[in-house]
C-alpha cells in the first residue's frame, strides 16, 4: 500500500503553522495551533480531526507542501473519526466499488475523462472538443472522494488500480499519452495525491482547463467577446492543484468576460456545502449557501461559473432564484465560439 510522504521534522519546525491558522473552521490562534500540530505529527488525536469539515484548504495553506490534509484524514481513519455518518459512508463506498470490467476500447485523442458524471458528455462537442473520445464509470473514478470520509484506505487502494486499469487498456494500446481530466480531483489524483503517495502515473494528465486554454487559442478568429460580468466559483478539488487556478482568468480575457471581485473567492474560496449536508451540518451548509449567494448578489454578477459539477449540480437552484444565470466552464466557452 503506498505511504504518505509526511515529514515530521518540517511541521515540528514549523513557526506559521498556516495550515491550522488559516483553517477558517478551526478557529486556533498559534499557541493553540501548535499544540494539535504536535499531536497531528506525532499521529495523535489532535482535536483537528473532529473539527475538519474537508474543505481541502490547508493542503494549499502549507507553504511546505508536507501534505497537512492528507495527514488529517490518514490520522481521522487511523482514530475511528468519521466526517461523514459511518451508514453513508460504507453506501457510498459499496456504491462506487470498481467492477473490474474495463476492456480495450478504440479510443483517439483528445481523450476526456469524464469520471462519474456522463450526465454531462453533452458538453463535449465540437469545436471545443474537436473529435474527442471519452470515458467514464467506477473502473476509472479516482476514487478521491473518500477524503470527505475519513477512509484514506480506500483512495490508496483503489486509485493505482484505476490509474492501470486507464493506461493498460485505453491509452497505451490506442498509443495515446494524454489525459484531459473534466474535472479537477481526476486532475489531482493523477498529480498532488499521486506525487504525496509516490504513485507512478504513466500518462500525461491535462488539466480542463489546459485543454480549453489551447483550443481557444486555436480558435480565436471564431470567438465572439460575451462582454459579461462573471464570478467563479472555486471548488474543494482545487485547493489540491492551486497552480490551475490562475487559468480561470486567462480563459476570461480571452473570451471577453469580466470577473467580479467576491469576498468569498481564491483563497477564501468557501466550499459548495454537499459535504456539510453529508456530514449532517445542516446549519453550516445553509449558512454558507446563504453567505455565497450574497456575496454573488453585491458582487453584480449575470453568471457563476463552475468548473465541478457537484458545486454547479448543488448552488446552481439558490443562484437562478437570486437572478444569475449558473454555467460549467465549457458550456460558457461554448457559447463564446458560438455553439
Ligand atoms: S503542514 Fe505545513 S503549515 Fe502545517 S505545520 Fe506542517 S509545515 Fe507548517
Ligand atoms: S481541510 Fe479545511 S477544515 Fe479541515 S483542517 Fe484543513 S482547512 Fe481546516
Given at each position: 500500500m503506498p505511504e504518505l510522504k509526511f515529514e515530521k521534522d518540517l511541521c515540528m519546525q514549523c513557526e506559521t503553522v498556516d495550515c491550522l491558522t488559516k483553517?477558517?473552521?478551526?478557529?486556533?490562534?498559534i499557541p493553540q495551533a501548535k499544540r494539535e500540530r504536535d499531536l497531528l505529527a506525532n499521529g495523535g488525536k489532535s482535536r483537528v480531526l473532529n473539527d475538519c469539515?474537508?474543505?481541502?484548504?490547508c493542503e494549499e495553506f502549507c507553504p511546505k507542501g508536507n501534505h497537512p490534509f492528507y495527514r488529517i484524514v490518514e490520522l481521522q481513519e487511523k482514530h475511528g473519526?468519521?466526517?461523514?455518518?459511518a451508514q453513508i459512508e460504507e453506501h457510498q463506498i459499496a456504491s462506487l466499488a470498481?467492477?473490474?470490467?474495463t476492456q480495450f476500447r478504440e479510443l483517439h485523442a483528445p481523450v476526456i475523462d469524464m469520471c462519474t458524471f456522463p450526465?454531462?458528455?453533452?458538453?463535449?462537442?465540437?469545436?471545443?472538443?474537436?473529435n474527442a473520445s471519452m470515458f467514464w464509470g467506477t473502473d476509472v473514478f479516482c476514487n478521491l472522494m473518500y477524503l470527505h470520509f475519513g477512509r484514506m484506505s480506500v483512495s490508496r487502494q483503489r486509485l493505482p488500480v484505476m490509474i492501470e486499469n486507464i493506461w493498460r487498456y485505453y491509452l497505451e494500446p490506442n498509443g495515446l499519452s494524454e489525459l484531459v481530466c473534466y474535472h479537477d480531483e481526476c486532475y489531482a489524483a493523477f498529480t498532488s495525491y499521486a506525487e504525496a503517495y509516490g504513485l507512478n502515473v504513466p500518462f500525461k494528465p491535462v488539466h480542463l482547463f489546459e485543454h480549453i486554454l489551447d483550443r481557444l487559442k486555436q480558435l480565436k478568429g471564431r470567438i465572439r467577446p460575451l462582454n459579461i460580468r462573471a464570478a467563479y466559483h472555486r471548488n474543494c478539488s482545487n485547493r489540491l492543484v492551486p497552480?490551475?487556478?490562475?487559468l480561470v482568468d486567462r480563459i476570461f480575457d480571452l473570451i471577453g468576460v469580466s470577473r467580479v471581485k467576491r469576498h468569498y473567492e481564491d483563497g477564501d474560496a468557501l466550499c459548495c456545502g454537499l459535504n456539510f449536508e453529508a456530514q449532517q451540518r445542516s446549519d453550516l451548509a445553509k449558512d454558507t449557501r446563504n453567505r455565497i449567494i450574497e456575496d454573488l448578489k453585491s458582487s453584480g454578477a449575470t453568471h457563476c461559473i463552475y468548473n465541478c459539477p457537484m458545486c454547479f449540480f448543488t448552488l446552481q437552484e439558490s443562484v437562478r432564484s437570486a437572478g444569475i444565470t449558473p454555467m460549467l466552464m465549457a458550456d460558457l466557452c461554448q457559447t463564446a465560439i458560438g455553439e
Open positions: 483553517c477558517r473552521y478551526a478557529g486556533l490562534d469539515v474537508t474543505c481541502y484548504a473519526v468519521h466526517p461523514v455518518p470498481p467492477k473490474g470490467k450526465m454531462l458528455k453533452d458538453s463535449i462537442r465540437s469545436p471545443l472538443f474537436e497552480e490551475t487556478h490562475a
